[in-house]
C-alpha cells in the first residue's frame, strides 16, 4: 500500500503591520506626562501660596524679601518723602533740584526712553540713582561708563574717601556689575578687583548720578546686614524727596507710540546672552540626536504575506480613497507588460501605443476592438467602468494567449 503525504496547513496569516497599539503608546507616554502633570500641579500649588505675598522687585511699596518698603520707611523716619512713577513721562516730571529719582530698572528702557531721560537727567539739578545699568543702558543714559561682572564677594570694603562710603563702611555690593569711566571727577567704591561697584559721576548745577552696580544693599533682606542701611540712607536721603521710576512694558513710551521700535528694543539687558546660549544649546542637542547611527540594514518581514492578501489590501486602499485613475493605470500596466512578454515586444515598448497596438492587432486579425483606448485610454468615471475595464482586459489576454 502506497503511503500518501498529509498536505501542509495553510499558513496562518500574520499581523502585517508593527506599529505599536494604543496600549503600547500609553505605557511609552504615560511617565513623561505624569511627571509633567505633577510639575504642573506644583506650580499651580507654588502660585496659590505665594499669590497673596508676590509683589515687585524692588518696590518700596512692597515687604517681599526683594522689596525696598524698609528703605522708604527709613526715609520717611527722616521726613523723605517717597512716591513711585512707572512712566517715563512722570519720570521726568519728578526730575527736580529737590528729588532723587531712583531708577530700579535702566535695562528695561528703550532708545527712546533712554534719550528722553538723559535729557531730563542732565537739566535736572538733582540725584539719579541708576541700579544695576548694563552696557545698554550705560551707552545711552551716561555714554563713557562700562560694566563687567563682579568676582562674586558679595560683601566689599569702601576704599575710597567718599564719605556716604566711609561712613557706612562694608556693604554688600558686590553681587552684580562693576563700573569703569574716563569721565573726569567720577569717584569710585567699594572696588572688586579693579572696577567699582558704586559709582558717583558729577553733573551740571549740582546735579550727579550714582551708580549702583548690585540692587542688594537696598533690598529687605539685606538691609540690617553690614553697613547697607546706612549706604542706603546716605545715597537717596540727600534730598527731601525721593521718587522711584519702576518702568514697565505698558508705558506708552515702551509700546512704540510714535516711535518705530524693533524687537531688540524690548529685549532687556543680558538677555541677549541668554538667548544665544540657549540657541548653541538647541544646535549641539540637534547635532546629537541628528547623527547617523551606523549604515541602512536590511530586515526581513517579520511574517510572510500573501500576494492575494497585497493585492487585496491594495484594492481596498485604491477603493477608500476614490482611486480609480490609480487602479486603472496599474491594472493596464500589468496587463501591458504581460502581452509584451507573450508578444516578443521589447520591455521598453511594453507602454508605448505605437509599438504594442500593432502587435496585438497582428497577433488577433479582424479585432474590432479599441486596442489603444483598451490599453492606453482614459481613466473610468465610476466603480462599475472600472470592473467593465478590468474584465475586457482579461479577456484580451486570454484572446492573445489562445491565439
Known sequence: MTGTTAPAPAATPGRTS????????????????????????????????NSGEAHGRLDPRSAD????????????????????????????TAAAPGTTLVVTSPGLLTDGQRETLKTAMDLSGGRTVLLSPGPTALAGLVPGVTASATGGDEALDPRCAYAPAVSAGRATTGEGLAYTTTRQGATSCYPDGGPATLLVLPGQDGADTVLLGSPAPLLNENLADEGNASLALQLLGTRPEVTWYLPTLADPAATGEGTEQSFSDLIPDGWSWALLQL???????????????????????????????????????????????RAAQVLRAATRERLAALLGVPPAGAHDPATLTPAVSAQLPGDGRDLTGLLFGPAPTDDAALVALTDHLDALEREVRSS
Open 65 to 92: 524679601p526683594q522689596g525696598t518698603r524698609a528703605v522708604a520707611e527709613l526715609l520717611t523716619g527722616h521726613g523723605i518723602r517717597t512716591h513711585v512713577v512707572t512712566t517715563t513721562a512722570e519720570a521726568v
Open 279 to 325: 540657541l548653541v544649546a538647541a544646535l549641539l542637542a540637534a547635532a546629537w540626536r541628528a547623527r547617523r547611527l551606523g549604515p541602512l540594514v536590511h530586515e526581513n518581514l517579520p511574517v510572510v504575506i500573501r500576494a492575494s492578501e497585497a493585492t487585496e489590501g491594495r484594492a481596498r486602499l485604491y477603493r477608500k480613497a476614490n482611486a480609480r485613475d
Open 18 to 49: 508593527t506599529a505599536p497599539g494604543p496600549a503600547q503608546l500609553w505605557a511609552r507616554a504615560r511617565g513623561p506626562l505624569l511627571a509633567l502633570t505633577a510639575l504642573l500641579l506644583a506650580g499651580v500649588v507654588l502660585a496659590a501660596l
